[in-house]
């Protein structure tokens, strides 16, 4: 019997990552899981369009370090839903009994949780929009809701358990993303499915990488030019990837393991490494880039003053947080700081300064915050990791400028409190009290005097700083 991984969140990242390992696990021999995917949002149509049209099938190119390209055909995604605003197709899909795990990438902003991991529904209208919806037994496009109604017609249709796997980079993704779900599904009055989620399904924590960059019409080119086949859904991403997954399946599962896959009994050092490591650096050099006029990550992390921005905050005040003698950190931090860098600075990625600054409302709280509230908590100094809150605070005043060479995304930003901070007399001291930024480190003087010494320094460095040509 063939089983049915669902995925929603049709985007890069999915196409270069999860498909890509069930991919290869069908052309080693095992043929037992396939995926089908599409999106809660009316987005991408032209790319799932040109996937329906291809049968699902799409190339990918990969770029190493070295600059070494290859290109691969994925075949994994079997059915492409095209999106409806009732979602009747991922409903169909996701209610079959053939389907056991249920995945989605939606980042990690699209699941509007506040410091104390509650749903922000004074924050989000759409995200109340939904819950009224849900409460007339509507579906709608936020997370909560799509699952919402996936899960009902499960639950009515008598299909059995399924695992609800997020792919996102969220720390603690299964446990936080589930309090999410559970919670909307309390707000709503539905206590039969409350109790059969809790009863039929899991939702393993995962931490997965690969840098993977919005294709630009270059790609398609460089396939085309590569295979001879003119791909519209082309996809490219670095060489590097990696997954682990809390080994907790609720309906089984693909052998993953036999194709690099890391199941573990716990995720946490691999998370927290990956998330403070990789995505908060990237943010680092996104930001600082940003600053001095630089477009590509590749450039900054080139920049010699940007890179030691980053190798600083890594090395002075976040490895000693997470390799102590309590509690040892099985991975080798120095190499890998020095892999993500050396990752950042391949030039053939061309991931942009856009794509990789957008959401800093979530990224602060969830990338930063905690290597902060640690080194506070063990009465260690913060010089180098408030430097990248200072980043973040310098790009959001040339943002309210309207001084950015690109449009700034960030679905947790609340832009009338982002005005209120870049208008303020004292703008750190209001973006040092924002609790969505800091929760209980709102206010804190020893939060507050870092971040204003190293405002300080970052605008020295914008003001005076001198791009370095490319290599």
Known sequence: MTHVMLHLGLGSFHRAHQAVYLHQLIQSGDSSW???????????????AALAAQGGAYTLETISPAGEHRYE??????????????????????????????????????????????????????????VAAARAGQPGPTIYAALTAILRERMRQGSGPVTLLNCDNLRHNGDRSRAGLLEFIGLIGDTALFDWVQAHTTSPNAMVDRITPRPTPDVRERVKAATGVDDAAAVMGESFIQWVIEDRFAAGRPA???????????????????????????SCVAWAGTLVGYQFIHEGTQDPVIRQMAHDYVTHDTIP???TTEHPCPIDLP?????????????????????????????????????????L??????????????????????W?????????????????????MCQAADPVAVFCADRLL???LAGDARLTDAVRRAYARVQAFAAEHVRQPPL
């Open 34 to 48: 396939v995926l089908a995917a599409g999106n809660t949002r009316p987005d991408m149509a032209e790319t799932l």
């Open 73 to 130: 055909r994925i075949t994994s995604i079997r059915q492409v839903i095209p999106w409806t605003a009732d979602l009747a197709g991922l409903v169909a899909w996701g209610a079959d009994s053939a389907t056991r795990i249920i995945s989605f990438t939606v980042t990690e902003a699209g699941y509007y949780l506040d410091a104390a991991n509650r749903l922000d529904l004074s924050t989000f209208a759409d995200l109340r929009a939904d």
């Open 256 to 282: 993953w393991e036999k194709v690099g896959v890391q199941m573990v009994p716990s995720v946490d050092a691999y998370e927290e490494a990956k998330i403070r490591l990789l995505n908060a650096t990237h």
């Open 321 to 323: 947080v997470l390799d």
């Open 335 to 375: 190499q890998y700081r020095d892999v993500v860098l050396d990752r950042f600075a391949n030039p053939a990625i061309c991931d942009t300064n856009q794509r990789v600054a957008m959401d800093g409302f979530s990224k602060i709280p969830g990338f930063i915050a905690p290597t902060i509230r640690q080194r």
């Open 377 to 398: 908590a063990r009465g260690e100094g913060i010089e180098s990791v408030a430097m990248l809150p200072a980043l973040f605070l310098a790009f959001l005043q040339r």
């Open 400 to 420: 309210y400028r309207d001084q950015l060479s690109y449009a700034y995304q960030d679905q947790a930003m609340d832009p009338a409190v982002a005005h209120a």
């Open 438 to 440: 800091w929760g209980d």
